[in-house]
Structure formats: C-alpha cells, structure tokens
C-alpha cells in the first residue's frame, strides 16, 4: 500500500495499546504523572525511529505507521496536528538527506500541502522549512538543480510561505552551478524586495553566484557593501578572483583578509590556487608551510589539500616537490592520479606519465575518467607517441567506458598533425562527432606550416580568434611573402580582431612582475636592459641568428623585425630571471635564443608555456625542439 493512499477509517490498524497510568496500583506512591495522550505516546515511539532511519524503505515503513496511526491520519485537535506536522517535517528530512530519494521526498511536501488545501492540517506560517528542505536537497545533488530552481519558482506561485534567509543561499547555489545568470538575478531581486539581501549567508550566497557566473564586478559591489563579513565572506570572493584568473588581485584580498580573520583550509585552496595561476613557487612554498604550522595533523590527511599542492607544485615547474608530495600522501583520489599524470605531460615526461597510468589501474575504487585520459593524450602528443597515443584513444570507449570529448579530439588532431600525418588528422576530424574548435584548426594548420601545404575552409567563427591570424601570418612571413602578412594584418582590423598581447612573468621575493614586449616598468629596468644586451653578444659568439618570420606583423623591415624580436618579454624576464611563466606559446625565436643563453651562461632556465613546460641546459631543451 502507499504512503500517500488514506485507507477507510474502519480499515485502520488500531495501534497497540500503551498501559494507562491509572492503572498503577493505588498504595504504590509515586510523584504525580501527567497523563499522555495516545497521539504523544507514538510520538514519543516515532521519533526515535525516524532519528535512527538511514535508508528509504524502512523509512516508508515509519511513513505508512505515521499515516495508519489512530488519528494523526486525519487529526483534528491542535496538538495533533502540530504532532503530524513534526512527524512529517522528520520523513521530509530523512527523505531529502544526502538526496536518499529525492521523488519521494518531493510527494511527501506536496502530500503535506493537499493535506493543508483541505482543511485536515494548518499548516504555520513559519513553515518554509519543508520547502528549504527539499530545495536545498536538490541543490546539493548531482544532477537535479535545476529542479532547486523550478521548486523555488513553486514556491513562490504557491504563496502559502515567504522564502526566507535560509531559502536564497540554497536556490543561488543551484542557479551557480547552472550558470543561470537571468535567474540568478531575479533571486537577488527577491531577496531585496523582502530585505534579506544585507543578511550575511544570502550576501555569500550572491557574492558565489556573480563570480561563477563570470561577473566578477558585481560580486565585488556585494562584497564591498557588505557591513558584517565572515570568514566564508573571504574565502568566496578569494576563490571568485582565482577562477577568474585575477590571481593578483587574490592574492591582495588574501592579505587584507588575513587582518581580520586566520585563514582556514578554503583560504589556503585558494591561495595555492592564485600560486599556480602565477607560477609563483616560492608563495606557493610559504602557503605550503603555513598550513602546517596551523593547521597542523589536519593537512597530511586532506586529499583536497594535498591534491591542490601537488597541482600547484607541477605547475610552477617543480616536478620533484610535486612527486615528493604524491609518495607521502596517505590516501589518493582519482584527481591525485589525474594531477600526477598531468604533471608529468606537462613537463614533457611521457614515458613516466604513461607508467604512472599504469599503477593507477592498480589501485583499488580508482578508474580514469575524462581528465585521465586528457592527461595521458597530452603526454603522448608531447613526447610524439604516435601509436601509444592511438591505442589509449581506441581504449577510452572500448575499455572504460569514457566518451571522448572535443578535448580529447583536439589532443589526437594535434599529436597527428605534428607528426606529420596531416590526412589522418583531416580524416579524424571529418569524422568526429563534435564541431572542430579554432584549438583544431590552428593545429592542423601549424601541421601543413611545418610538414607540407594542406588546403582546407576554417568555419567563420573559429577563423574569428586571433591565434589562427597570427600563425597565418607566420606561414606567410616563413616565405617571405610580406605583401600577404600585410593583408593579414589589414584583414584582423577590419574584423576587428587583435592580438592577445604577450606576458611573460617571473618571481622575486614573493612578488610577481610582469613583463609585456618593450616593457620599462620594472624598477631594476636598467639593469635588466644592459642584462639583455650582454647576452644578445654572448649568445651571437655562439651562432645566434634570429628568425625574422617570428617577428610582429606590425614590423615592415628587417631591422624594425629584428627590434622587435629582442624586445619579446620572454627575453626581459630571462634577463631578470631563470624561471619565467608565458601567457602564450613560446615563439621559435625566442626558443632558440633560450637555448644558447644556456649554453653561453652555463646555467638552466625553465620556461612554462601556454601549453607546457620547457627546461633549457647546456644548449638544450627538454621538448627536444618539438613542441
């Protein structure tokens, strides 16, 4: 029978019946007892059930008692009704825990709101709890938020109840997680109206839902109005910057917190993130540090934790400190893996980043899944493994059950065309079940720059990035066909396209600068400057001769190209430092200049990429000239 069906009242099961205290003999004294009523006696027999319940049929079980119970299937006196209600705000509870079974949990409220349309229970007015129970259930799970949204949308039809200040964090979670901006915005409308907005929890709530949605404007205006901030208030507006790539800006407001409030695991998160972001290894070091100095026996045993200095660690190029990490930690999660893996891909160690695949296939309760095999196509296309990376490709589907992506298509294209395979990279393409990106085509025509001439039509919104202009124009300026450049160049300003601009970056002392082509903001500029001519003469004594195809479209002649090239702000930051983070890939001439600065200088420099890590010694580089 179901829970939700009421039988006849002369179908109903009489509960057993609890001894009368009356009944207790009379020359027995005792201290005066308060009679109970039969409803509070399975109250009393209920409650405990439901508190004890972990699963839902036995939690349909106490649901059917509640239901077959003397007169709280249709009760009329107050206090049994108040009893109902309670019994049914626990089933709601239970139901929507962990998102047992959130359907259930769903005909539970609307069973409870007939029961109030009528007329058997009154429900109060302070009754949004049953609402913000199952909307914050469904907020939480996997795959049902925007469910969250469509009940608060109910809710709000229904009229019955206001939401409340518990009720907007968990519907501004849900529309986060969607990246429903339109919605989101009318929530915050609603909380304004009703004079909740200032309230701290729904203040966090609005700061998390702008900057996940990208704006990150409007969560700075919340925060700044903000008249009472937690620490939640920190760590939300902290982790906002660092998703945004605003890393500096983080690592400012993580300072400024660090006034008011000591800073918690999340903030740590964040921060290590804002040291990856920067490749800023020595920050990232201190961070390091700072947590075992307070948070003490907590760290070594937080997968998270760990797992973001592990990532932090390989990205700002040391892959010791990273490996020295992944052997330490007591328990590893599939994205410790995929970070290891990653790790080594990056860093150009294919071989080791396939081994490392390899025992993880060993580990029990861990599979690969989507990143895993990123990570593993990376390495592959990186270390021009061909046949490995084919057969890991063919496996993901066949073997583990994982789709390939367009990320996984763009691994394969690439690791194909810089091989020279250009008709089976075109092929591939013609097939694969997704669109191509702009990541695909500019791939396939650094191929035919590189191997042969290829011939084929870029889709008009992928040829509107001005990565594929840019490389265009190289190919041209590799033929010395300038006339061509030039139209290149006349064709991205009439479409309004310009180029990314080139940083490179570097840290000293814990602070990070930054370096654009030509730049003189550095207060050690001069120095860095006469740096830069020494060693333009000592690389020249040891064949250095630059590449003028690699030079800005804007420059028409040889020496404004060769200018140019020595002005590339890789080049000042070497000239600073030894170990420098590009927002782009690193250009060939630089490449080669990089090169025999290691060789004149005797000393090695590491260079992290838009796409990997490139360690230069003794006129060598670890990419093997093929990146």
């Given amino acids: 029978m179901s829970a939700f069906l009421v039988a006849p009242a002369n179908a109903l099961l009489r509960p057993p019946q609890f001894p009368s205290c009356s009944s207790a003999r009379a020359d027995v004294v005792a201290s005066p007892v308060i009679p109970q009523t039969e409803e509070q006696r399975w109250r009393q027999l209920l409650v405990p059930l439901l508190a004890g319940c972990r699963d839902i049929p036995r939690l349909k079980q106490i ?12 009760p009329s006196a107050a206090s049994s009704a108040r009893d109902f209600i309670f019994l049914y705000s626990r089933i709601l509870h239970v139901a929507a825990s962990d998102a047992a079974d959130l359907h259930y949990a769903t005909r539970v409220l609307n069973h409870l709101l007939l029961l109030d349309d009528s007329g058997a229970v009154h429900l109060p007015t302070a009754s949004s709890f049953f609402w913000n129970t199952l909307i914050r259930a469904h907020a939480r799970s996997s795959h049902h938020q925007h469910a969250a949204v469509d009940l608060y949308r109910r809710m709000l ?11 907007f ?16 915005e009318q929530v915050h409308g609603h909380a304004v109206k009703l004079g909740l907005a200032p309230d701290v929890y729904v203040a966090n709530s609005l700061v998390h839902f702008y900057a996940t949605c990208g704006r990150l404007e409007l969560a700075c205006r919340i925060f700044d109005g903000m008249s009472n901030r937690s620490l939640v208030s920190w760590n939300v507006i902290i982790d906002g910057f660092v998703a945004g790539g605003r890393y500096e800006d983080a690592l400012d407001l993580f300072r400024e917190m660090q006034r008011e409030f000591t800073p918690d695991t999340f903030s740590m998160q964040s921060l290590i993130g804002a040291c990856e972001g920067l490749g800023a290894l020595s920050l990232g070091m201190w961070a390091h540090a700072f947590m075992l100095r307070r948070c003490g026996g907590d760290v070594p045993g937080d997968v998270l934790v760990n797992n973001s200095l592990l990532d932090m660690y390989a990205k700002c190029g040391s892959l010791v400190l990273a490996r020295q990490m992944f052997d330490r930690m007591p328990s590893r999660d599939v994205a410790s893996w995929n970070a290891m893996i990653l790790g080594f891909a990056m860093h150009g160690l294919a071989k080791e980043s ?8 060993e580990e029990d309760g ?12 990376s390495a592959c296309n990186h270390g021009g493994l061909v046949s490995e990376g084919r057969t890991h490709f063919t496996s993901m589907a066949s073997v583990y059950g994982v789709g390939p992506r367009i990320e996984h298509y763009g691994c394969m294209v690439d690791l194909l065309a810089r091989a020279g395979l250009v008709d089976e990279a ?8 997704c669109k191509p990106d702009a990541v695909i085509w500019r791939s396939l025509l650094d191929a035919c720059w590189k191997s042969k001439p290829g011939v084929f039509e870029m889709e008009e919104e992928e040829s509107s990035t001005s990565g594929a202009f840019v490389l265009l124009s190289r190919i041209y300026a590799s033929a010395n066909r300038w006339n061509e450049v030039g139209l290149v160049r006349k064709l991205m300003s009439e479409q ?11 840290e000293v002392g814990g602070a990070v600068h930054e370096f ?3 730049d003189t903001r550095h207060p050690q500029s001069e120095k860095i400057y006469a740096m830069l001519r020494v060693m333009e003469e000592r690389v020249g004594l040891v064949g250095y001769a630059a590449d003028l195809s690699q030079a800005p479209m804007v420059a028409e002649h040889d020496d404004e190209r060769r200018r140019s090239l020595r002005l590339h702000s890789e080049r000042l930051a070497i000239a600073a430092s030894i170990r420098i983070f590009k927002n782009l890939r690193v250009c060939r001439d630089c490449h080669e200049m990089t090169k025999l600065v290691t060789l004149a200088f005797g000393v090695e420099i590491i260079v992290r990429d838009r796409t990997r890590f490139h360690h230069f010694k003794d006129g060598l580089c670890s990419c093997a000239d093929y990146w």
Avoid: W
Avoid at 170 to 182: D, G, I, K, Q
Avoid at 354 to 361: H, P, Y
């Fill in 63 to 74: 649901h059917a008692l509640v239901l077959r119970s003397s007169t709280t299937c249709i």
């Fill in 354 to 361: 396939i081994q490392t695949f390899a025992s993880m296939q």
């Fill in 169 to 184: 964090p968990f519907v501004l979670r849900a529309c986060a997680y969607l990246f429903a901006l339109p919605e989101g």
């Fill in 366 to 377: 861990v599979k690969p899944n989507e990143i895993t095999f990123i990570g593993i196509l």
């Fill in 496 to 506: 309004g396209i310009r180029k990314v601009p080139g940083c490179s970056s570097i």
């Fill in 426 to 433: 075109l092929d591939l393409v013609s097939t694969m079940p």
């Fill in 157 to 167: 039809l229904d009229g019955r109840v206001p939401p409340d200040k518990y009720t």
């Fill in 516 to 518: 654009l082509a030509g």
